[in-house]
């Protein structure tokens, strides 16, 4: 179903554009649009999350001191009680608790996210509605609450706002989380950060379900191999660009990018030029 050459294409796209709030989800699927691969098969969409884990990796190994000494304050919280006090021991229960209603709603809503909502229409609609939402967090959140002040409440809140990515697959999982903080008063890295951590265990998880199924289904091991390793070393280069970036500016090139997407994708549609 997917040559060598349409997964570089794809790994590229998947890299670039997982952890900046513009919607991988949507790229890929316009991405497959164009070169003719049906968005709504069962092997492509197995495809396509399994060259996440690629992305995740590059989360992982950029991460890596973070994520080492949250495991381990979570860890010796685990076995001392007196050490649960620590931030990092609660940031490693709010990772987990955060991701159980996206698993729930991800199983419960599969046959929907896979057929139905995988449409390009509904890619294009969710480009603009996810922008509008994006530009009135930039705009009105107040940029004050770091890393360190955030609440097992603000992750519930940013975890479960993936939902909106899995059901509206242009609105975008890092742009659902990156609004939500920025509307919860986090400062535009340390929503940033919290989008990266928030993002490991549902991406991850995703792409080891689908696994079994893109393999059945005809996405086979090569295009999957070269698709993930493309995606990891384009994903680390974007993650590293996008930290930088948002430390300095704002989200508003983005809006604007989105826009301009979401109107070209519904014109691209409408002449038929794409099939939805």
């Known amino acids: 179903m997917i040559n060598v050459g349409q997964a570089i294409v794809l790994g590229i796209v998947e890299g670039l554009t997982e952890f900046l709030p513009v919607s991988s989800t949507g790229h890929l699927k316009i991405t497959e649009g164009l070169m003719d691969i049906p968005v709504d098969d069962t092997s492509v969409?197995?495809?396509?999350?399994?060259?996440?884990?690629?992305?995740?990796?590059?989360?992982?190994?950029?991460?890596?001191?973070?994520?080492v000494r949250i495991v381990?304050?979570?860890?010796?919280?685990?076995?001392?009680?007196?050490?649960?006090?620590?931030?990092?021991?609660?940031?490693?229960?709010?990772?987990?608790?955060?991701?159980?209603?996206?698993?729930?709603?991800?199983?419960?809503?599969?046959?929907?996210?896979?057929?139905?909502?995988?449409?390009?229409?509904?890619?294009?609609?969710?480009?603009?509605?996810?922008?509008?939402?994006?530009?009135?967090?930039?705009?009105?959140?107040?940029?004050?609450?770091?890393?360190?002040?955030?609440?097992?409440?603000?992750?519930?809140?940013?975890?479960?706002?993936?939902i909106l990515a899995m059901l509206f697959p242009g609105f975008s999982r890092s742009g659902a989380t990156m609004s939500t903080g920025l509307l919860l008063g986090l400062d535009r890295v340390a929503a940033t950060r919290l989008?990266?951590?928030?993002?490991?265990?549902?991406?991850?998880?995703?792409?080891?379900?689908?696994?079994?199924s893109a393999l059945d289904s005809g996405a086979g091991a090569m295009p999957l191999v070269v698709g993930t390793l493309v995606s990891f070393v384009v994903a680390y280069a974007s993650?590293?660009?996008?930290?930088?970036?948002?430390?300095?500016?704002?989200?508003?090139?983005?809006?604007?990018?989105?826009?301009?997407?979401?109107?070209l994708l519904f014109g691209l549609l409408s002449a038929g030029t794409l099939d939805a």
Do not use: C, N
């Open 72 to 162: 381990t304050a979570w860890g010796r919280g685990i076995a001392k009680p007196s050490e649960r006090y620590h931030h990092d021991y609660k940031f490693g229960w709010w990772v987990i608790f955060a991701t159980v209603p996206v698993v729930i709603v991800g199983v419960a809503a599969k046959d929907l996210i896979e057929g139905p909502l995988a449409s390009l229409w509904v890619v294009a609609g969710s480009l603009i509605g996810g922008s509008v939402v994006m530009w009135l967090a930039d705009r009105y959140g107040t940029h004050k609450r770091g890393e360190d002040d955030t609440s097992l409440t603000d992750a519930m809140l940013i975890g479960s706002s993936q």
């Open 239 to 263: 993650i590293a660009w996008l930290l930088r970036f948002v430390a300095r500016h704002t989200f508003t090139s983005f809006v604007i990018y989105r826009v301009v997407i979401g109107l």
């Open 45 to 67: 969409v197995g495809f396509t999350a399994v060259i996440q884990v690629g992305a995740i990796a590059a989360v992982l190994v950029y991460f890596f001191s973070d994520i």
């Open 195 to 212: 989008s990266f951590f928030m993002g490991i265990p549902a991406l991850t998880g995703a792409g080891i379900y689908e696994l079994p």
